[in-house]
């Protein structure tokens, strides 16, 4: 038996743990393994190695198929010219670790046998179903999570500094369509949070900052890239370079929002020490965390054992059993035409428009696998 293997999309740092874990599977099982290079390209260009016997660094981020993003559907007859290449070289099933766009392209190939996993910061790949998640976190979120929670936290991030100048500042979260990360960022305590679900009502923001800065002499405000005004804008977008699936490019909402904050509150006191912190790719660089490293080895464990038995298509999930214990689940959805049918967005229960920031349902989402840093007193 061959098995092919890719990833695609912006890199997360469980990627290499799912690849090391599927070589070990595939070696086991006397399964040759072959790896294509930079994602959907590496199969329409026919790039690949031969994965068996080789040595990944489970614990080391990024990918070692390296990653690209690219649309089938803008490519000439590319589902076809993917499948011949397929079927060219042999390959019985495919393992596609990707986001949105890299999983769209897989949709395409529906005959052909594959396990996809998501994989995305975002985190916004899974559904509710009966008031439970299905797929409770994407590979990458949880280290991401951890990572935001920090940058803003007393104990390690920008509290420390805002505090010490009496400072304002806009922190930017990545999450295009979806307010995941940013609402992760509750666990390091931020003033307020705002995210793409819910446009931002900038007079009320206005004055609760006002009010939160005359209490406490500074705020932290966390924003994802793709919040919106209250009429609906993208605070910051730039339409005149879309990538390949037309998404346009986000870049500067925090410093766009920091700097409407300082001209807008100048006659409420000093605005000069209100400023813009963009964590930007460090978001997803670096090493997984325990939990992303886990789940990661059972994903790609999983996924060789599946092929080697179906030849159905399924979607991999993170199942919660129990509280902070998460297991492997197979989702098939052969019924659906897009991923955007599986597309999960923050809502009303994790999220309260009034305060700006997450409700008691939201804590207990986070706290089943995100670090957490105590709420000191910081009133100095």
């Known amino acids: 038996m061959r098995l092919g293997i890719l990833t695609g999309g912006g890199d997360v740092p469980s990627l290499n743990a799912v690849i090391a874990s599927a070589v070990h599977g595939c070696d086991e099982k006397k399964i040759e393994l072959i790896g294509f290079l930079k994602g959907w390209e590496g199969i329409l260009e026919d790039q690949w190695i031969n994965l068996n016997n080789i040595q990944v660094p489970s614990h ?157 002499k500074h705020v932290i405000i966390v924003i994802s890239e793709g919040s919106k005004w209250g009429d609906g804008t993208y605070i910051s977008a730039d339409y005149s370079e879309p990538d390949s699936f037309g998404h346009p490019r986000f870049r500067g909402t925090a410093e766009v929002l920091a700097k409407k904050l300082k001209e807008e509150l100048k006659g409420e006191f000093d605005t000069r020490n209100v400023s813009s912190v963009n964590p930007s790719y460090l978001y997803r660089s670096g090493a997984p965390n325990t939990l992303d490293q886990e789940m990661g080895v059972k994903m790609g464990r999983y996924a060789v054992e599946y092929l080697e038995k179906s030849k159905e298509t399924v979607f991999l999930c993170a199942e919660k059993i129990k509280r902070s214990t998460f297991e492997v689940q197979p989702f098939r959805f052969n019924n659906l035409s897009n991923i955007e049918e599986f597309h999960r967005f923050v809502d009303s229960t994790l999220y309260d428009l009034s305060t700006m920031n997450i409700t008691s349902e939201g804590k207990d989402y986070f706290e089943q696998f995100t670090r957490s840093f105590p709420k000191l007193n910081y009133h100095v």
């Open 60 to 216: 080391i981020g990024g990918t070692i198929l390296k990653s690209s993003r690219i649309n089938l559907q803008k490519v000439q007859h590319g589902p076809e010219k993917v499948l011949d290449l397929l079927r060219k070289n042999k390959i019985d099933g495919l393992i596609v670790i990707g986001g949105e766009d890299t999983l769209s392209n897989a949709l395409l190939i529906k005959e052909f046998p594959k396990v996809l996993i998501s994989k995305t910061i975002d985190n916004d790949v899974g559904q509710f179903k009966d008031d439970i998640f299905l797929n409770h976190f994407t590979l990458g979120y949880p280290t991401a999570a951890d990572k935001i929670a920090s940058f803003v936290s007393l104990k390690e991030g920008l509290r420390t500094t805002a505090y010490s100048h009496e400072r304002i500042i806009v922190v930017e979260s990545m999450g295009m369509h979806a307010g995941w990360l940013a609402l992760a960022s509750s666990q390091g305590h931020p003033d307020f949070i705002i995210i793409p679900e819910f446009s931002v009502d900038f007079s009320n923001l206005k004055e609760r900052v006002i009010n939160r800065f005359r209490d406490q």
